[in-house]
């Protein structure tokens, strides 16, 4: 009976506590992931915010002796770990690192031998009491303005002309702050997939601003617009294929003092101009 009672609460914890993985992979003697995987890992992370990481190993191709590999191994978690944790995935109390040098059942494509991954599960989020319905209505109209307009700038871009000047309405910002509202990161994400996808464009970012009429005040805009060129920087875009400049409130696409809330969203606006192509 005893023997029974084990073997269904042994049950009972798998199906309640089902382990995932992702795989980030590296090019040769890297410790941060390569571009690839950088956008897949991001936007796993932006999919998965009730997940919780429960063990990361980390690989290297046969290349160099144990001891070298396993300490790049090690540097591989460490740069994985940094990341999930900037973007606030909780990680478990018990986490398990874990380096390979050579002790592991290597793939005959050495590429496929470079890399971490990442074990982790679905927690259950508690239930709030109380939800601010406007606000969730209000994070959800974004989201799907940020997802039509993600599925649309491919083919802007392909069309455009050198010269020619892109419009990205759906990166939003905190009030007064260059701090950028999470919904809108898809974006930043959709554009560096389309440098990747052209590696001979160049581009100069542009920021604007609403509300205020004091036309030598770019300060703001200024740090938007660079926050934009180190996130694209961060991921491996290299930096003489990008510029950016803050314009205030300068250029508005309706004029001071904007009239509703509609205006002074269009007003405050990030544009690409291409550059070359």
Known sequence: MKVFQFGLLLLCSFLGFSQNKIEVFFDFNKDMPNPISMVKLNQWIAAHKSVEITEILGYCDSVDDSRYNKDLAMRRINSVLKI?????????????????????????????????????????????????????????????????????????????????????????????????????EPLLLELLQILYDNPKLKIAIHGHICCNPNGMDTKLSYRRALVIFKYLTKFDIEMNRLSYKGFGSNDPIYKLPERNEAERKANRRVEILIVDK
């Open 84 to 184: 999930v944790k900037r973007d606030s995935v909780k990680v478990s109390d018990k986490l398990v690192l874990k380096p390979f040098g050579k002790d592991f059942q290597y793939s005959k494509i050495q590429e496929e031998n470079r890399k971490v991954t990442i074990y982790y599960h679905q927690i259950k989020e508690e239930k709030t009491i109380e939800v601010n319905k406007e606000k969730e209505d209000k994070v959800e109209r974004a989201s799907d303005l940020v997802a039509k307009e993600k599925s649309e700038l491919a083919q802007k871009f392909k069309k455009a002309k050198k010269g020619d000047l892109i419009r990205i309405n759906n990166i939003n910002f905190q009030f007064n702050s260059e701090r950028m509202m999470a919904e809108s």
